[in-house]
C-alpha cells in the first residue's frame, strides 16, 4: 500500500510501474520488521547469504555479477540540455535520448519481480542540509544497502509531505548486460535513472548519483557545495574540537584518515580523533561567515581489502555487526569472511569472490580488490557524538590529497582561497581500482570530484570562487600527500595514525601558532614544526623514517613541478573559455615562481 498521498510521489511510482510492469510494489517503510524479512527473501533466492550470527551478528555476504564491481565512469552520462552544460570531464546524452534508451531498456523488464519504493534522506531528516530521494529498484540488495546508507522510509514521506521536491530515482537490475548499462543523471530534472547494473556505486542511488551529481549541481543553484569529501574532528586535550574536511579521489584511504587513531605519544596526552563522514560532505555556510558540513549518508560503503586492526581498527569494528559485505572471500565452513590484508591467515577451503574454491596459494586474489563492507556509521567506536548535528560541525580546514609518487609535497599549505580553489582544482591521482580502466595512470581529478560533477567543470570552479567571496571566516586550504615513494618505490611516510602529526600541523596553522616557509607552490612546513616523537617508520630495511626523510618528502622539486605546469596547461586547456581567469592567474603565478 501507497505510504503516502503525495501527487508526484504517486504519479513517478505509477508510471515507472507500467513502464517495468513489476508484479508488486512494495513500499519500504523503514521497519526493522519489513527489513528483517527481505533480508530472508534474499537469503531464500541466494541473493544474499545470512553470515554466522554469533560471529558476525545480522551481517550477510553478496556477491555482485562477474561483469558488474565497480563503478562504470565510461557509461555514466550527464543529460543536460545543453551539451556544453555538462562540460569536458562527463558524458554527455540529450535528455530525451537519455530517458529512451533508459525505457528501452526498462520497458517489461520487472515482469515476474518486485519494485521497491524507497523514500529516503540525505542528512538527518530534521537537518536544514537534508533533501529527500525516492528509489525505485527492483533489487533487495540495493534496499537493505539503502537502508544502511541513508535513512529511509515514512519519516522521510511525512517530512516531504506534499512537495513535488524529490529526487527521481529509478534502478532496474534488467539483465545486467553490461554493454547496456546505463548510469544517467539529469540534473535539470531531479532524476537518475540507472540500468543493468547491481555494483553499490553504480545503484545505491543516493551516494555519487544524488549526494555527489546531483547535488553539486543543486549546490551550485542554491549556494551551497556538495564535495567528495570526509568530515573528521580533532578534540584537543582542552576538551576542544575542530573540524577538517578532505578530499581524495576514490580509494585513496579516506575511511582510514576519517577514522585515524592518533599515535600513543598524542593519545597520552588526550588528543582524539572523532568520525563524522568518509566519503561525502555537504557544505554550507552558517550565519557566522563560517563554512558547516554535514554528512549527508549514515553509512560506510568502503573498500574492504587493506583493512585490518593495525590499518583501521574502527572500520573493523564498525563491520563486527548489521553489515553487509560483497565481494570478498567466504567462508562456508564457519560463515564469516575474509579479504586480502585481514590478517596473514587466508582460509582454506573458502570462496572466491566469484563464488570459486579458492587456493590461496594460487597466486590469485580470493577478494576483489574493489570488494566492499557496507555498515552502518552508528557502529564505528569512534563516531562523533554530533555526527548527526541537523546544523552540522564547522570546518577549519579544507584538505585536498592525492597518490602522487614524486610530484606533491606531504603537505603544503595554499596562499589563500583562490589559490586554494587552484590547488584543488589541479589535484591528480593515479587511478586505483574503485572505477573500471586501467590502475596507476595519473590523472587530473579537481577536488576529487571527476567523476562526480554533475555540471561543467569550469562552471564548478567558479562556484568554489563564489562561495569564497561569501565566506568570511574562511577555512584554510591544504594539499596533502601520503603516498611519495623513494627510488626504489618504498613509501617515504608511513601513512595511517601517523597522518595526525600532518593534521596536528595544519591545526596550528589554522590557529596562527605555525610558522612555515613560502615556496614556488604555497606554503609548506618547517621540518622541525612536525613533531615526529616516538615515531618509529623503516623505509627500507636499512632506512629509518628521520627529519633527513621529512625534509626530502616536503620539498618542492621544480623539475617535476615544470613538468605536472604542463600537464595542467593541457588539463585547463580541455575546459576552454569557462575555466575562471581567477584561475588561468594562478597558473601564470606558478610557471612564474618555477622560472
Ligand atoms: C566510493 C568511490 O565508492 O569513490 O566511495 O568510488
Ligand atoms: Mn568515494
Known sequence: MALTKNKAVLEFVDEAAKLACPDNVVWIDGSEAQLEMLRAEAVSTGELIKLNEEKLPGCYYHRSALNDVARVEGRTFICTRRQEDAGPTNNWMAPAEGYETAKKILRGSMRGRTMYVIPFSMGPVASSFAKIGVELTDSIYVVVSMAIMTRVGQAVLDKLGDSPDFVRGFHGKCELDEEKRYILQFPEDNAIWSVNSGYGGNVLLGKKCFALRIASFQGKNEGWMAEHMLI????????????????????CGKTNLAMLIPPE????QGYKVWTLGDDIAWIRLGADGRLYAVNPEAGFF?????TN??????????????????????????????????????????????????DPDSGEKGAHPNSRFTAPAKNCPCI???????????????????RRAKTAPLVYQSRDWEHGVFVGSIMASETTAAATGAVGVVRRDPMAMRPFIGYHVGDYFAHWLDMGKRITK???????????????????????????????????????????????IGYVPYAEDIDLDELDYNITPERKFDINALKEI?????????????????????????????????????????K
Not at 302 to 306: E, Q, T
Not at 339 to 355: F, I, S, V
Not at 570 to 594: M, S, V
Open 554 to 594: 616536503l620539498g618542492v622539486e621544480k623539475e617535476y613541478w615544470r613538468e605536472d605546469a604542463r600537464g595542467i596547461e593541457e588539463f585547463y586547456a580541455t575546459i576552454g573559455d569557462r575555466l575562471p581567469p581567477e584561475l588561468r592567474k594562478q597558473l601564470d603565478i606558478l610557471e612564474e615562481n618555477l
Open 384 to 402: 562523533a557524538k554530533n555526527w548527526e548535528d541537523p546544523d552540522g560541525v564547522p570546518l577549519s580546514a579544507i584538505i585536498f590529497g592525492g
Open 302 to 306: 568502503g573498500v574492504a581489502p587493506g
Open 309 to 358: 586492526v593495525k590499518s583501521n581498527p574502527n572500520a573493523l569494528a564498525s563491520t563486527s555487526r548489521n553489515t553487509i559485505f560483497t565481494n570478498v572471500v567466504y567462508k562456508p565452513e564457519d560463515g564469516t569472511v575474509w579479504w586480502e590484508g585481514l590478517d596473514k591467515n587466508p582460509p582454506r577451503g573458502a570462496l572466491n569472490w566469484k563464488g570459486e574454491p579458492w
Open 474 to 520: 574562511k577555512p584554510l586550504i591544504f594539499n596533502v600527500n601520503w603516498f611519495r615513494t623513494d627510488d626504489g618505490g618504498n613509501f617515504m611516510w608511513p601513512g595511517f595514525g601517523e597522518n595526525f602529526r600532518v593534521l596536528e600541523w595544519i591545526i596550528r596553522r589554522c590557529e596562527g601558532e605555525a610558522d612555515a616557509q613560502e615556496t614556488e
Open 265 to 268: 605519544h598524542y593519545r597520552k
Open 232 to 251: 573528521l574532528g580533532i578534540e584537543y586535550p582542552n576538551g576542544e574540537t575542530k573540524y577538517i574536511a578532505a578530499a581524495f579521489p576514490s580509494a
